[in-house]
Each structure stands twice: as structure tokens, then as C-alpha cells.
């Protein structure tokens, strides 16, 4: 049976919900990236832009999204999961 460090097995319902969550977390991440794309065309007609302010909004979107998995990284090593005692 496959096992993590801290013994999550993947048969159990912890296991189960930690690889849904991961799945989940990046099934939008992709969906939100295909959004931006579908919607440039928009934006670029709707503002009158050409190719290459649209490249900074592309920039803009995806360096944004860079800093926030930073910071959630680091929020999650720091405040995250806790070992917990079991008896």
C-alpha cells in the first residue's frame, strides 16, 4: 500500500480527500487560465489594444497568480497541517 511521510494511506477518506482537493485545486487553476485566454480577444477589441498590451495583461494575470501560490505556500508551511497525537 502506497504511504506518505505521516502515514496517510490513499485508501483511507483522509487520503481520498487530499487527492479530490488536489484535483479540485488544480482543475480551476487550469479552467481560470483558459478563461483569461478565451477572453483576450474581448479585451483587446473592448479597449482598443493590440497584441502587445494584451501580452502585458497575459504578464500581469499570471505574475499575480505566481505571487499568490508564493504566499499561500508559504502561509501553508508556516499555519498548516499540525501532527496530531493519537492515543
Wanted: aromatic residues 10%.
Amino acid at each position: 500500500m502506497p504511504e506518505v511521510a505521516g502515514g496517510l494511506r490513499y485508501r483511507s477518506s483522509t487520503g481520498r480527500w487530499v487527492i479530490a482537493a488536489a484535483v479540485m485545486g488544480s482543475s480551476i487553476a487550469a479552467i481560470d487560465a483558459t478563461v483569461v485566454g478565451i477572453a483576450l480577444p474581448t479585451i483587446g477589441r473592448d479597449f482598443g489594444v493590440g497584441l502587445p498590451a494584451l501580452q502585458w495583461v497575459v504578464t500581469g494575470y499570471y505574475l499575480t497568480l505566481a505571487a499568490f501560490l508564493l504566499l499561500g505556500g508559504s502561509l501553508s508551511d508556516r499555519f498548516g497541517r499540525r501532527r496530531a497525537i493519537r492515543k
